[in-house]
T-cell receptor
Framework: DAKTTQPNSMESNEEEPVHLPCNHS???????IHWYRQLPSQGPEYVIH???SNVNNRMASLAIAEDRKSSTLILHRATLRDAAVYYC?????????????FGTGTRLTVIP | NAGVTQTPKFRILKIGQSMTLQCTQD?????MYWYRQDPGMGLKLIYY???????DKGEVPNGYNVSRSTTEDFPLRLELAAPSQTSVYFC????????????FGDGTRLSIL
């Protein structure tokens, strides 16, 4: 699976938007971009995924660059509950058994 | 909705002891996974299973064994526990489609002393 690069940490003020970047310059044409987050002392939880077009759901939005070499997870209004480690993961659904390869992610701190 | 349930939540073992970490899911998912997470690191895949009776190694399988006799259960066995196996263990499950999200349990925190 192709590698992703994320900043180690970011901070945001509560109720402000947060843009979490992810670089994936070696992404292949069949790789989907998945985001998971891990709240303190919990297992990871799925946030969103996409292939080429921008995606929205109740948790977040995913903006994908036109060349697909980078993407940004957008939290529209950060809350204290959004403080977590966010993982950007590339996944080719045609290979393996839906295995996920986690990096070290971005630790988001939300300031009240 | 129970989802993925892991037991126990915490355990302390002595070096050389063995134990089984239990994982069960009630979502009728074919795929199940075991990960370990060391402090400050991302999760690493230990073993996975694509269905009852079928298991395969992940990135870090040494020192562990698994079995999958039913769709619901996927226990992880540690034989001859070593300090290097001190970690938090997460079990997950998903549907077959490669883009289906994985659902994780709350983890088992294991210390080997």
């Amino acid at each position: 699976d192709a590698k992703t690069t994320q900043p180690n940490s970011m901070e945001s003020n509560e109720e402000e938007p947060v843009h979490l970047p992810c670089n994936h310059s070696t992404i292949s044409g069949t790789d989907y971009i998945h985001w998971y987050r891990q709240l303190p002392s919990q297992g990871p939880e799925y946030v969103i995924h996409g292939l080429t077009s921008n995606v929205n759901n109740r948790m977040a939005s995913l903006a994908i660059a036109e060349d697909r070499k980078s993407s940004t997870l957008i939290l529209h209004r950060a809350t204290l509950r959004d403080a977590a480690v966010y993982y950007c993961i590339l996944r080719d659904p045609q290979t393996g058994a839906n295995n996920l390869f986690f990096g070290t992610g971005t630790r988001l701190t939300v300031i009240p | 909705n129970a989802g993925v349930t892991q037991t126990p939540k915490f355990r302390i073992l002595k070096i050389g002891q063995s134990m089984t970490l239990q994982c069960t899911q009630d979502m009728n998912h074919n795929y199940m996974y075991w990960y370990r997470q060391d402090p400050g690191m991302g999760l690493k895949l230990i073993y996975y299973s694509v269905g009852a009776g079928i298991t395969d190694k992940g990135e870090v399988p040494n020192g562990y064994n698994v079995s999958r006799s039913t769709t619901e259960d996927f226990p992880l066995r540690l034989e001859l526990a070593a300090p290097s196996q001190t970690s938090v263990y997460f079990c997950a499950s998903s549907r077959v489609d490669g883009n289906q999200p994985q659902h994780f349990g709350d983890g088992t925190r294991l210390s080997i002393l």
